[in-house]
């Protein structure tokens, strides 16, 4: 069974850090690609064009231009999970973040997700 649990969100002042946390289950987690996706308020754009940061399994990065040089990507294949750095954060990274492979495992599988609100 796929499963993702993310979790280390939570409420921060501007230029504060958080740091987040994914479990990932079900899957070969060695071998694939993971990402973390951010859906901010209000914003009904799907879920799966809202990726901020990637990691392949060699280690590569990527990251979208609203987050590089603030946000780190890492990943521990031996525990299954993928972490999200967050710091010098903006009202702006506020959202509701998910971990999940690239491509999807299975279209519309997702955790929960983890609430990260930034005030200003």
């Known amino acids: 069974q796929v499963q993702f649990v993310e979790s280390g969100g939570g409420f921060v002042q501007a230029g504060g850090s958080l740091r987040l946390s994914c479990a990932a289950s079900?899957?070969?987690?060695?071998?694939?690609?993971m990402a973390w996706f951010r859906q901010p308020p209000g914003n009904q754009r799907e879920l799966v064009s809202t990726?901020?940061?990637?990691?392949?399994?060699?280690?590569?990065?990527m990251y979208s231009n609203s987050v590089k040089g603030r946000f780190t990507i890492s990943r521990d294949n031996a525990k299954r999970m993928v972490y999200l750095q967050m710091d010098n954060v903006t009202p702006e990274d506020t959202g509701v973040y998910y971990c999940?492979?690239?491509?999807?495992?299975?279209?519309?599988?997702w955790g929960q997700g983890t609430q990260v609100t930034v005030s200003s």
């Open positions: 079900g899957i070969m987690f060695g071998a694939i690609t």
């Open positions: 990726r901020v940061a990637t990691i392949q399994v060699d280690g590569n990065t």
């Open positions: 999940n492979t690239v491509p999807l495992i299975r279209a519309g599988l």
